[in-house]
C-alpha cells in the first residue's frame, strides 16, 4: 500500500469533508481516507498498482474543489 497527501482547497465544513472523504473512498483502489479540515489535507492510503493520483485528483475536482497539490 502507498500514501499520499492531497492539498484541498474550498473545504469549509462537515459536508466539504464528507464529500471529499466519500468520493475517494467510492474509488477502486483506495483503502483508507482521512481529511483534515482545519489544514486542507486529505490523506489517502491505496493500491498504486490499481489508481493513480490523477483519478484522485479528478474525483475531488468533481465535488467542486481544487487539489492543489501532492505530498
Do not use: P, W
Not at 502507498?2 to 469549509?12: E, I, N, R
Not at 479540515?37 to 498498482?49: I, M, N, P, T
Request: hydrophobic share 35%.
Amino acid at each position: 500500500m502507498a500514501k499520499t497527501t492531497l492539498d484541498v482547497k474550498g473545504m469549509h465544513c462537515g459536508h466539504c469533508k464528507a464529500s471529499v472523504t466519500n468520493a475517494l473512498k467510492g474509488l477502486d483502489g483506495v483503502s483508507d481516507v482521512s481529511v483534515d479540515l482545519e489544514k486542507g489535507k486529505a490523506s489517502v492510503e491505496y493500491d498504486d498498482a490499481r489508481i493513480q493520483f490523477s483519478k484522485m485528483k479528478e474525483a475531488v475536482e468533481e465535488q467542486g474543489y481544487d487539489v492543489v497539490g501532492q505530498n
